[in-house]
């Protein structure tokens, strides 16, 4: 029972080189969602989806871009890292829009560390 | 103000000791309120939603204030294996008919042999 599952786990980049993050998950949930968290603050939501094909941002965007174009996968995208991006990255889905009336419960894959040189 | 707050701790208690925290929101109009539970270095999971009526779990008893604006985690009899840090998360109705989803920053307990 996969869940879901985030490659890689760590990452060193140098500033300006680009990345993929991939997330993957095998409970045929609608909704997706990339978090970054950081210390002294709250996790906080970089880019979400509802659906195959769709995608939106969340609070923090900039410097991301993701696409949704199988409904099992949601990719995170750095087109030229900074060093304000090193943090830890959660990969999270859900059946329902979280907490639209009812109690959706949000799942996380493992996280994966980038550190920005 | 921050839209949840909590108090980050730690707060390093005996084992069997009952301890509490708390968690407060800005927003009246949020919805629906969670604790998550997040091991060193691990993911966050799902420890319970929070009730209007309160809810239990085991040793574990949220509480929802609405009046106040705050919700509340008691843990009894804590064990060495509750040693984590404790996510408050508050749902807002959002702009397009989505839920806002907040996290605190999470209060970090230590449960001392």
């Known amino acids: 029972n996969a869940g879901v599952t985030q490659t890689p786990k760590f990452r060193v980049l140098k500033t300006g080189q680009s990345m993929t993050l991939l997330c993957a998950q095998d409970?045929?949930?609608?909704?997706m969602y990339w978090y970054r968290q950081d210390p002294g603050m709250g996790l906080r939501l970089i880019h979400y989806?509802?659906?195959?094909?769709t995608t939106a941002k969340g609070e923090v965007p900039d410097g991301y871009n993701v696409s949704r174009l199988k409904k099992q996968n949601f990719l995170l995208g750095l087109e030229s890292a900074a060093p304000s991006q090193t943090s830890v990255y959660f990969c999270?889905?859900?059946?329902?829009?979280?907490?639209?009336w009812g109690t959706g419960e949000l799942f996380f894959g493992e996280g994966s560390r980038l550190t920005v040189l | 103000r921050k839209e949840v707050e909590q108090d980050p701790g730690p707060f390093n208690v005996p084992e069997g000791a009952t301890v509490a925290f708390n968690c407060t929101y800005s927003?009246?109009?949020?919805?629906?309120f969670f604790w998550y539970r997040q091991d060193c270095r691990k993911e966050p999971k799902l420890l319970m939603s929070?009730?209007?009526s309160g809810n239990e779990d085991g040793r574990f008893t949220a509480q929802l204030n609405r009046a106040s604006q705050y919700i509340s985690l008691l843990i009894r009899d804590s064990k060495l294996s509750d040693s984590a840090t404790y996510l408050c998360?508050?749902?807002?109705?959002?702009?397009?008919?989505?839920?806002?989803?907040?996290f605190g920053i999470g209060t970090k307990l230590q449960v001392i042999p």
């Open positions: 999270a889905s859900s059946y329902t829009d979280r907490g639209a």
């Open positions: 927003n009246s109009a949020s919805q629906s």
């Open positions: 998360v508050v749902d807002t109705p959002g702009s397009g008919g989505y839920q806002k989803v907040t």
């Open positions: 929070v009730y209007s």
């Open positions: 409970m045929n949930h609608e909704y």
């Open positions: 989806s509802v659906g195959e094909g």
